[in-house]
């Protein structure tokens, strides 16, 4: 008996020891303390909640799941412990899931406010924009200044472009919890994205001051340096992120991006392959040594990077249609068909896409085809003076010559654009008149003939 006493004791021990490292930041040797305490007492619903914690703090979600759900097994109406499941299958992309476990919990108590509050995120993700306001507004009424609702609802504020009141909610947010994590970065992101560049310089200095060494705020600060044309300071602090990860690809790529807008090929190649070599999924550095090759009219080794560039699936429109405008370069019509198909599925009101599909058919002299494609990116954006004047040029080809004279006529072109119109104008009344003759010309035969 006294040796069940002693192993039990034993296990709190651990527990104890456990919870103190896990303070200390020690969160592996936590683990094993916890793992050792749960050896002797697998029943103890605390501990695989602590272990679940601990598992989350290290963004093991998969595994803090299967301990929440062994806590709940003892203790099937703790409503903390449903909140933290349900938490970790938003992580995980069981949404569905997520929303019946908070459910669960409400109907055991409908005053834990955590249960709405942490479904804003769940809401937000699956994009129910509308339903996120409402656990927003119902969390308010048992919380009103609880922080991290406001950040909560900011998040789905953001994703759907109403910059300005997640700034607002992101503010309360640090009002509220100065420490609240990231605050400040998130407050600069929003001004980036609302055009607000001096405001965002505050911020990302603001987080900065708070956590100098944190790499993807100077990286997002060096990317806000580069489009406000301030190289040199963008140039510092990708150097600097590689001070404190001489790893990090996202550093050497813009670095590399920096080498090649100042005509540095040999170094941005440098910057590119390291990058690569760093991190083998980074979109953009394969498309950018293929312009390098094409630079050095090495066709071969363009071709092989654009189709390693293709191979990774980007889903970004304008990075599909770079690709597919390198293709065109390289004469590869089939492959920049596939990216310009592609961003038509991502993004089916894109102008480009549609032009650049009737460039190919023109290619190809699909000239009807080409025609329905131009005549399409127009319907997106009139204004398309590139689609205006190739559309003209496919009636030409396809001897609809009064549709090609009608957008000459009704089109104002642009100087680099009038000595085009005027030829394809003086073409077809060329053509016209080497029509009119034929056909003249065939009369006066028939008529011989049946003479």
Request: contains cysteine; proline residues 2%.
């Amino acid at each position: 008996m006294d040796t069940i006493f002693n192993s039990y004791d034993n296990a709190e021990h651990k527990a104890r020891k456990a919870y103190e490292l896990y303070e200390d930041g020690k969160v592996s040797q936590a683990l094993t303390q916890l793992d050792d305490a749960l050896a002797i007492n697998p029943a103890n619903s605390s501990w695989h909640f602590d272990r679940a914690l601990a598992l989350d703090s290290m963004n093991r979600f998969a595994e803090a799941i299967r301990e929440y759900e062994q806590a709940l097994e003892t203790d099937p109406a703790d409503v903390e412990i449903l909140t933290c499941l349900a938490v970790d299958y938003t992580r995980t992309g069981f949404y569905d899931k997520a929303v019946e476990i908070f459910e669960q919990a409400q109907q055991i108590d409908s005053m834990y406010e955590p249960c709405y509050c942490n479904r804003i995120i769940t809401y937000t993700e699956m994009e129910k924009h509308e339903l996120a306001e409402e656990m927003f507004y119902t969390a308010q009424q048992l919380d009103p200044d609880c922080a991290l609702c406001f950040y909560n609802i900011g998040n789905s504020l953001f994703i759907r472009g109403e910059f300005k009141k997640a700034i607002n909610c992101w503010q309360k947010t640090a009002e509220l919890e100065s420490t609240h994590p990231q605050i400040n970065y998130r407050i600069a992101q929003a001004c980036l994205a609302d055009g607000d560049i001096e405001k965002a310089r505050q911020y990302f200095l603001a987080e900065l001051r708070q956590d100098p060494g944190n790499t993807d705020v100077i990286a997002d600060f060096a990317i806000l340096h580069l489009e406000s044309g301030e190289i040199e300071a963008a140039k510092e602090k990708f150097n600097r992120i590689l001070e404190f990860d001489p790893e990090s690809a996202v550093a050497h790529f813009y670095l590399g991006e920096i080498a090649f807008n100042i005509g540095d090929l040999e170094q941005a190649e440098l910057y590119y392959k390291a990058a690569m070599d760093f991190d083998g999924s980074l979109l953009g550095p394969r498309f950018r040594l293929a312009q390098c090759a094409l630079a050095c009219n090495d066709f071969s080794k363009a071709d092989s990077y654009l189709t390693a560039e293709m191979r990774l699936g980007p889903e970004n429109a304008e990075s599909l249609i770079a690709l597919a405008s390198a293709f065109l370069e390289l004469n590869k019509i089939d492959q920049a068909g596939q990216c310009l198909l592609r961003t038509t599925d991502y993004d089916f009101s894109n102008a480009s896409a549609y032009y650049y599909l009737g460039i190919c058919c023109a290619i190809r002299e699909r000239y009807e085809d080409a025609a329905e494609f131009f005549q399409h990116t127009l319907e997106i954006d009139p204004d398309y003076t590139n689609a205006t004047r190739d559309l003209a040029a496919a009636y030409y080809r396809l001897k609809k010559f009064d549709d090609a004279t009608r957008i000459i006529n009704n089109h104002t072109p642009d100087a680099d654009d009038s000595e085009f119109y005027k030829n394809l104008a003086r073409k077809i009344r060329v053509k016209k008149f080497t029509w009119r003759f034929r056909i003249l010309f065939d009369s006066i035969v028939n008529r011989f003939r049946r003479s």
